[in-house]
């Protein structure tokens, strides 16, 4: 299995479609948990954004390792006799307004389905007041934010402010994500930052179970 996983990143990271796909299909075959799986094209796609910084890769190879995870996962999920249900109230997504980029928002949304996440996906460049609505319209209590340029910080802090302006904020955890760290997070006012699909997940989980918690004990 280790030997499938790590061939499945080599491929990935090599951009080469045919070969992923063909080690998903093994991997599912012989019972590799497809979370794994897709944790292993999210490492490969993480390699491919690494050689994208060393100018290495182009634009175009980071839309085609999007595209080569979309299909992965529609294999993944094409594979399982029940399409996961949503286990989670409905987690807010977007790239925020002034940054057009999605490739990361849309493997962690992926991944996020997968493990039974009800997700709003707002698309790219989105206004503030976008959010808001969509907030007030879910009632969700988780927003994630994501951006790949300067400009974005700047449109995440007033996204935040906005939300603390209609009263949102209080109960409301916002995270961040993209080319983030803990300075952006301190600057726009945010929660959380991650710059791990991964990551992202497993925060969203813990979120909601504390808050279950909470609820059942008051």
């Not at 175009?60 to 594979?79: G, N, Q």
């Not at 994501?146 to 009263?167: H, Q």
């Not at 699909?197 to 989980?205: D, H």
Request: negative net charge.
């Amino acid at each position: 299995m280790l030997k499938t996983q790590k061939m499945l990143v080599a491929a990935m990271s090599r951009l080469d479609e045919a070969m992923v796909i063909n080690l998903v299909k093994q991997g599912l075959q012989i019972g590799i948990s497809p979370y794994v799986l897709l944790d292993e094209i999210r490492a490969g796609t993480d390699r491919v954004g690494e050689l994208y910084s060393k100018g290495e890769y182009f634009l175009s190879d980071l839309i085609m390792a999007s595209e080569i995870f979309k299909d992965v996962l529609t294999l993944v999920i094409k594979d399982q006799t029940v399409i996961p249900r949503s286990l989670y109230p409905t987690v807010i997504f977007g790239t925020v307004e002034d940054d057009i980029h999605d490739i990361g928002k849309n493997i962690t949304t992926g991944i996020m389905r997968y493990n039974g996440f009800d997700i709003c996906d707002l698309g790219v460049d989105v206004p503030g007041p976008k959010f808001v609505e969509a907030v007030k319209q879910y009632n969700s209590r988780v927003v994630c934010l994501t951006g790949l340029v300067t400009e974005a910080f700047e449109s995440m802090k007033k996204t935040i402010i906005l939300l603390d302006e209609a009263g949102l904020r209080s109960q409301t955890i916002v995270i961040i994500g993209g080319l983030v760290n803990e300075s952006v997070r301190k600057y726009t006012g945010a929660d959380y930052w991650a710059t791990d699909c991964t990551k992202v997940t497993e925060l969203c989980r813990n979120i909601f179970v504390a808050n279950q918690r909470i609820i059942q004990s008051s």
